[in-house]
């Protein structure tokens, strides 16, 4: 079968480092994959690079069969990218439901039965559903700007649902989360459809193993071991790139 993602011999290069050095990456439909390694290894770059926010100098993205690699993010989001940034992206002047409303418009009605009136409905009731469902309901009316970081966190991940990504992009979202927090988020990702994919980076291990099915290892831009979490949780190689640095 057509993977959802398919990503062949990515470079990055900044001047003479190369962050990204002929990176293959698969992602299969409905899958948890997870992206791990020590800081630096290139995950946030190739996150860029499968969204479309960093162009490679080399290699392919495939979305599902298409070849994407010259289409810019919002292409990409229109193919089913979503995504959260390492630090939470939300535009602070707008409330929360403001800013689920804003993600949600470009996607609220087919293309070619796009009417204003009908779009601001739709994409208010993907708001409201999706601000119940990560527990910022009460805080609808709040700017964005005032919320604590775990709640944008939650606020972000709203605003990639209300795209109806295919795939989901996920850069440590539960860095700076309290025990509670993480808690919560860890439910949230496990209760997410079948039909959402998953590409996690995530330094905590523990998150990882429990919450995804495959796991890469990068390290200084390339690929240091691909599998399951058992196969790469017993990995002498793994275990000596993280003693050797990590967070
Ligand atoms: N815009 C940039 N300009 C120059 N160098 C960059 C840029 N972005 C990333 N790099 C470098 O590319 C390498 C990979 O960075 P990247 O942010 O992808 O790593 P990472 O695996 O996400 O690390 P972390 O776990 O710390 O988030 C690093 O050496 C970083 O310093
Ligand atoms: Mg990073």
Known sequence: MTPLLAAHGLTVRYGSLAALDGVDLR??????????????????????????????VGGRVLLAGRDVTRRGPAARSRRGVGRIHQRPAVWATLTVAENVRVAALPHAVRPGRWRPGVARRAARATADTLLDRVGLHDLAARPAGQLAHGQRRQLEIAMALAGRPRLLLLDEPAAGLSATEVGVLVGFLRELPRAVAVLLVEHRLDLVYELCDTVTVLRDGRTLAAGSPAEIRGSELVRRAYAEGVV
């Open 27 to 56: 992602v299969d439909h409905g899958q948890r994959h997870a992206l791990i390694g020590p800081n630096g290894a290139g995950k946030t770059t190739l996150l860029d690079v499968i969204a479309g926010a960093t162009r490679p």
